[in-house]
């Protein structure tokens, strides 16, 4: 094992296991949770935006790392790659994973979880099953729901085991929340989460979700008359509220078969657009999104029916006309 610093500066009061999760949504959170009560580690939350970032912040006074429910490419790699010269390093996740990315981690002997018919908080429960507590099974269950994938392979068991309509309950009071969470809720909440605590007992949670869900009710009065359509697809910028939300919303208000919200920073001069499939829709976004991005040169990808790209903006309009089925 290979040591940059001087065991001296370590402090020894800290866990030397972290996990980096997703700060993003249930799956992201409850993973996280779900490690600390596990393995008692600390926790970063990450966003596509600072992952690199705070993986830098991960040195040797860490031994064991755990990364968690974020889809990662080459430059991701390459902070793997420094990770392993002095701890253990493990990946869990269900995002689509290149075939040449695997290989590499693989090779530098990272440990891989990956699997995308279930979601990370599920796969995570499963990895660390033997230290957990029937009740953890609870958390993997809210992240199941509020991933859409209750019916994986794991998950379907984990379910099974609990009342549906607590679990239901407790995932969306949690879901809605964390749309409207700063990320000091979230640092608070995932500790809390570990403990075991019911979502509707956690402080603030209510208040927070039930501001979330007006929010959606205003939504869906202001959402047709600011959305834009070309043939099956309706877009709209998102203006501060979560893109997923606004994508999943368009498919519902605007009986759109793709939705899409969308972010754009003027100074880069790029688009992040967040790309939803209605639940009768036969594409394939992740596919097609992945494909297009490439040609109108940005980057994209993602699952079947959720998808994310980011565009420069002068590509915009002719990569979302691409993408309905009236392209030019
Ligand atoms: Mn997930």
Redesign the pocket.
Known sequence: MIRYMSDLTKNESNSKIICVS?HK?V??CISAALIKHATKSQFLLANYGNINECLRRIYDTFDIVYIC?LGINETTVKEFKRIRQFAELTYI???PLDASVLKSIQKMGVKVVHSQLD???VLTHNLFKADLPREAGLLASY?AVS?RLENGSLAKKVLSRYDRDFILFETMLLSYALEKADTDYKKKLVPKLSKLEYPHQIPGIIKLALEQVERIATLRRELPLRSQRIGNLCYADAKGDSSGTIANLLIDVCDAEIGIGYDTNEQKQITDLSIRGAATSRINLGKKVSKLAKRFGGTGGGHKKASGARIPTSKLMEFMHALSNKSR
């Open positions: 997703h949504d799956d992201g429910d996740d269900h995002h979601c990370t908080g992240a991933d």
